[in-house]
């Protein structure tokens, strides 16, 4: 059996949002960036993970969320091998969302 796999991973980047950062009253509107350099090699994709569950089609670096709930989220980047989804990297950022707070008229 011939392996046509890269078994290197890129280094893998979240770019946006950084760790540990706040993100100001915006709706939960959020855009997640991540840098690979080089990019994905042979039979490699790119999973991006936010609190657990895969947001990402195709490997695409960047994604955008919208009406994020208020508090901390978590970020996984990995790369995996596609055929036996054996994990390469992961790279993991910590960010929180600051919503407005409604107070209700008693």
Sequence with gaps: K???EDKTPPVVTILTPQDDSWLPNNNG??????????????GQELIILVDG???NIASSP???LKNMSRGEHVINAII??????????????????KRPVIKRKK
């Design 2 to 4: 011939i392996d046509n």
């Design 29 to 42: 509107d959020v855009s997640i960036k991540i840098g690979l350099d080089p990019f994905l090699g042979r």
């Design 53 to 55: 569950v895969k947001k």
């Design 62 to 64: 960047s994604i955008s």
């Design 80 to 97: 995996k091998l596609s055929a036996s989804k054996k994990e390469l990297s992961n790279q993991k950022s910590v960010f929180y969302v």
